[in-house]
């Protein structure tokens, strides 16, 4: 008798669960997805950045004197003086120096010559409906943030959906129907949950950072927002009326290396540059931890004031500062990287197969809803179809801005209009995927035409290989359906 | 190179080969009929004990976010493993009779469904945000009152935030009655706000 009650009150958690992880996924499961996927590209958003711009040129190491030549030249080029001048240090992933005032960035040569214009206009996009889903930014950090919180709420809900978790956790079925696509839903899940999750919550706590400060700044310091992030990242110090010559630039990069050589520079920051109250932050990685880096900090005069703490400081500086890393996966070279964009795409099938088994289910009770399940398809292959043609559009006519942000949103509310009026899931997904194939090859050949004379170098032809090898991956269903509904006519009708 | 370079070398390749080892007994543990305590502390001591390796040769921070990484790379390994070592099982052809009887029946999302989503989306949105915020700084506070380190604080209750919101999240798509749901997440806001109120 017991045992039948606590069969009953099992299977009823099972079913209320199951409930509540199929709310938040049809409610939130297209924006969860389209961040999953704009996230795994994000990884390699400094391969891309390259890749945009092949002929730049490329350096392991800049001089401190060519870095503070080419630092001044910026800002002097500028007629409205500049609150901050940033130089970006060349690292592994992008060997390249650029110079940044709060307006504009320049690539400097490592004679300290200025380069060209920093102009990476689909990267930027990309990583900025990463970061904002393209809203002013407050609020879209904060809705990013929140469908952080719901993919953590799917991940809850889906381990309280799965009773059998450590007896299923290696069985993995393969073939056709619904029992594949939940084994792949179900194990893909639970093994990569350390990764979905941390993520989910690093995205939420990044994304959710400002409205939680605000709070915490009612309730605790009168309101002041301002008095909430300076115990961890340092306070900025009182600006000066007055003008001054530029601060010492290559005195405090040259301390660097003599005094911290195993720490690596990654951004020179000169706040108000050429005012009395001007002082430097050198923002410098430590290779051997997970936190992005530490502030070190000088003043005009190129000499050492201290540093913030974050790699040595209170537990909570060193825990904040580990969480951007975490989440973007830039913290341990290209293997990191590589795992962390597979866990992407699995994260971002998870998400698809979810709702795909929704929609099985209902077709296998008769209560099949083709329009919807297009739509779904639609989500799934029309984000990378819309970025891939954002991409094209890019590269091949110099959309920017704006522009790419109307045709991705544009294009995916059309493709799914488009998909749910054809209500065929499967012809929907063949479409996509071809059309998404089409304009890869085509941005690869454009590229490869305009930027001739870069095609062998590393900022080049990694990517341009993947991006091809993508193109052919995603084309091998469309061929195999081809051959297979070729077969199908050919073969005589049996009764 | 000393023997010394060359030990710490070798650990990732050893920390790869625990993980695998820890992989292989989980695995074994799972698919027995009976279960076995020692077989699973095995495993998961394997496990474990491969990210101890990773931060041998590296802070500990950053060793055992290697190791989680390096044993969720090779489980994903292993699950290849397994999909392609089962036969592919083909879908039985339904008759097209069956099929279309099947979808013919569908009728597809109504207004009354629409408005249930975006009711939904509200209330584990906006309003569960709101009552998770107002609890986690409401726990912040009240951390602080007793005198807790602020940067650490911080920390937690910004890692709370979010958990609680999820947590509430799914509690209130849980609840079957929309009465018991705006209970819940109005309950949790205002004892929430009471309370900050009554401390501050």
Known sequence: ?495 | MTNLDAGMQAIPLFALIVAIGGTHVLLIAWRAKERSKPLLLVAWGLVFGSFYLWTLTTASDKGVALGITAWVAIVLIYLLRQAFASPFRVKPIRSKSVTQSKTSTSSEINQRQIIGVIGMVMLLGPLAGLSAMVLATMLFVVASELGAEYTANLAVASILFPILWAGLAVLLAYQRRSLVRFMTVFGVGATSLLSLYVIV
């Open chain 1, 1 to 495: 008798m017991k045992r039948n009650i606590n069969i009953k009150s099992s299977s009823n958690r099972v079913a209320r669960s199951l409930h509540a992880h199929l709310v938040i996924a049809l409610a939130l499961g297209g924006l969860i997805y389209i961040l999953a996927v704009t996230g795994t590209l994000s990884v390699f958003n400094r391969e891309l950045q390259r890749w945009e711009q092949p002929s730049v040129s490329e350096m392991h190491s800049i001089s401190a004197v060519s870095a503070e030549v080419a630092a001044k030249a910026v800002f002097e080029s500028e007629a409205v003086p500049s609150k901050h001048l940033y130089i970006n240090f060349p690292q592994t992933d992008l060997p390249r120096t650029v110079i940044t005032t709060d307006t504009n960035a320049y690539f400097a040569n490592a004679d300290g010559s200025v380069g060209e214009k920093e102009h990476f206009p689909w990267t930027q996009f990309l990583l900025d409906l990463h970061y904002y889903l393209h809203l002013p930014q407050v609020l879209g950090l904060t809705i990013v943030g929140a469908l952080g919180a719901f993919l953590l709420a799917m991940s809850i809900s889906g381990f309280m959906a799965h009773p059998r978790i450590f007896r299923d956790a290696f069985t993995f079925r393969r073939g056709e129907g619904l029992l594949p696509i939940a084994d792949l839903h179900n194990r893909l899940s639970v093994w990569t949950a350390p990764f979905h999750i941390s993520n989910a919550l690093t995205g939420a706590l990044l994304g959710l950072a400002t409205v939680f400060a605000f709070s915490i700044a009612t309730f605790n310091f009168n309101g002041d927002f301002e008095k909430v992030f300076p115990p961890v990242f340092g306070e900025e110090p009182a600006e000066l009326e007055g003008r001054s010559p530029i601060a010492q630039i290559a005195a405090p990069i040259n301390y660097m290396s003599t005094e911290f050589p195993s720490q690596e520079p990654t951004f020179f920051i000169l706040h108000d540059p050429a005012t009395a109250g001007q002082h430097v932050s050198i923002v410098a990685k430590h290779t051997d931890r997970l936190i992005f880096g530490d502030y070190y900090n000088f003043n005009a005069q190129g000499e050492y004031q201290g540093n913030v703490g974050i790699s040595d400081g209170t537990l909570g500086q060193q825990i904040i500062g580990s969480v951007y890393n975490i989440h973007f996966g830039n913290w341990g070279g290209l293997p990191v990287k590589v795992a962390y964009s597979i866990f992407g795409i699995v994260l971002s099938i998870i998400i698809a197969s979810g709702l795909r088994i929704y929609f099985a289910r209902r077709r296998q009770k008769g209560n099949a809803v083709p329009k919807l399940e297009s739509a779904w398809e639609a989500v799934v292959w029309g984000t990378p179809f819309a970025l891939s043609l954002c991409l094209l559009l890019a590269v091949g006519v110099g959309l920017q801005g704006l522009g790419l942000v109307a045709l991705f949103w544009l294009g995916m509310c059309g493709t799914i209009i488009l998909s749910s009026i054809l209500a065929d899931a499967q012809k929907v997904r063949i479409g996509l995927r071809s059309f998404t194939s089409a304009c890869l090859v085509l941005t690869i050949l454009i590229h490869l035409m305009s930027h001739s004379e870069a095609i062998f170098t590393q900022a080049m032809y990694p990517v341009s290989m993947l991006l091809v090898i993508f193109s052919i991956v995603l084309l091998i269903p469309v061929l195999r359906n081809a051959k297979l509904s070729k077969l199908n006519r050919s073969k005589p009708l049996s009764t």
